[in-house]
DNA sequence: ACGATATTGTAACAGAGTGTAACTGCCCTT
DNA sequence: AAGGGCAGTTACACTCTGTTACAATATCGT
């Protein structure tokens, strides 16, 4: 998931880590500068604000999240480290970002950062990626709040924020966030959540319900109850297909 | 709207339209390519697909939609004259586009595309505007679909789809698309959109219900129904913000 | 023009999810 | 150790939406 806000994946892949080139890749860009901590809770900036910096996140996760009118509230994504905040956005942040945990970041001017991008054309390619990367998982949040059940939802949560651990079959899932932020990003009630967390716990699917993470005790079954979606990931497709058109009616 | 599809906006906005610039805008890399037509229901390419070109959509109507594997479909946006198609996509598109009403569209290679954009730093700025545009629509769908009722669903659609349209006070809005791609599109069935509809008729903010538009009588009705969202379209923000953070627990 | 088919509208019912509120457990303060 | 605050859970009544079924209407093909 991290949503709205450019996933790294590949990121620096290890190797030739030392900053030899001028810009290696994107990351490379905050390599240099100072660390910047927020406590939980602590905003980074604001919906509406000025945009003024690109950040990396060092550490920690965040959550970036828009208020409704009338004080509803959605999460559109939480932040993990080597995922980047700001890239997509016009003269003004599109959504307000706090920390959930302990936070390091580091900021580059945004005007420098569009300069750097706009001369080279490798780090152009990998804002490109990213961007890409960013829509896919908009769409994927689309997808999920649209025409998924509780159920769908949290299974899907668990798979999403299990990302980077390992694949066993078994797992404890981290979840530094409290009921609310999960409930505001699937777009239901913590009453909700707390209940289908306890449904999953009874039907053996996790473990009875810890406050700041999930064991998961049968993934499979899990991973049959998120499914739906990813309806089949996309085998070249075996059938012809008629692409072009006659025009009629 | 248009959510996954680079809406255009600003796109040519008349004046100088002469191609005596080898390529003024993306828009100018469609106009001499042949006008492809494509029936009602007509399929342009399909989820998954190699995503081999690019199009511009000249006349008509398109809806993008996903599949889950158990039936399910997602409409992740609807593209209208001016909207680029396959833009955002990785190797193999994202979704499957379908022609609504009677279509004319322009293709462009991909390769060819991504040339020349890399060619020309003021198409990529073009190219990075509607990639952001895109992003912004995706998650206003996100947010949409979330946490809002059905009849905010209908009276943001209604306002969404008279973009273009003159601002008067009523107004009629085309509705190209069926009563099942709109329930597609907002996460609900055909029914609910029917009793809201018919409820939002009976209220007298429309209408009584049109196959194929909906006439708006009362459009500042409308606007506070489907408002909650665009909380303040974002005047400077008055308050000063604290911007960095102490590092604590 | 006519009938078949697809689309849309209406109604009754069931179910999932919500909202309110009470309750538990935990952490922190005093 | 007692008290307050907060996050999370649970229970219950209620609301909205989905489901199912059927009627009405439009569309299409012959």
Redesign the pocket.
């Given at each position: 998931m991290s949503a709205q806000v450019v996933p790294m994946q590949e990121g620096r892949t290890g190797a030739m880590c030392s900053q030899a080139l001028p810009v290696a890749d994107l990351s490379s860009l905050f390599a240099r500068r100072p660390v910047e901590r927020f406590a939980p809770g602590q905003p980074v900036f604001w919906e509406g604000d000025e945009a003024t910096h690109i950040f990396e996140v060092a550490d920690g996760m965040l959550r970036a999240l828009r208020l409704l009118g009338d004080g509803r509230r959605i999460i559109v994504g939480f932040l993990r480290p080597g995922d980047l905040l700001g890239v997509s956005l016009k003269e003004r942040y599109l959504y307000t970002v706090e920390a959930v945990s302990a936070v390091e970041l580091r900021r580059f001017p945004r005007r420098r950062f569009e300069d750097e991008v706009a001369r080279h054309s490798h780090l152009q390619q990998q804002l490109f990626s990213r961007l890409r990367d960013e829509m896919t998982a908009a769409q994927d949040q689309a997808v999920l709040l649209s025409?998924?059940?509780?159920?769908?939802?949290l299974a899907n949560f668990f798979l999403m924020m299990r990302r980077n651990e390992n694949c066993t079959r078994t797992a404890v899932v981290d979840?530094p966030?409290?009921?609310?932020?999960?409930?505001d990003y699937l777009?239901?009630?913590?009453?909700?959540?707390?209940?289908?967390?306890?449904?999953l716990?009874n039907s053996g699917v996790i473990a009875?319900?810890?406050?700041?993470s999930v064991t998961v005790l049968k993934m499979e079954t899990l991973r049959s109850l998120a499914d739906g979606d990813e309806s089949e990931h996309w085998m070249p497709s075996p059938m012809p297909r008629a692409q072009y058109a006659f025009a009629s009616?």
């Open positions: 025409r998924r059940s509780a159920e769908e939802k979840l966030m409290t009921r609310l932020d999960i409930a777009g239901m009630t913590i009453e909700t959540v707390s209940r289908t967390i306890t449904k716990a009875p319900p810890e406050r700041r009616a």
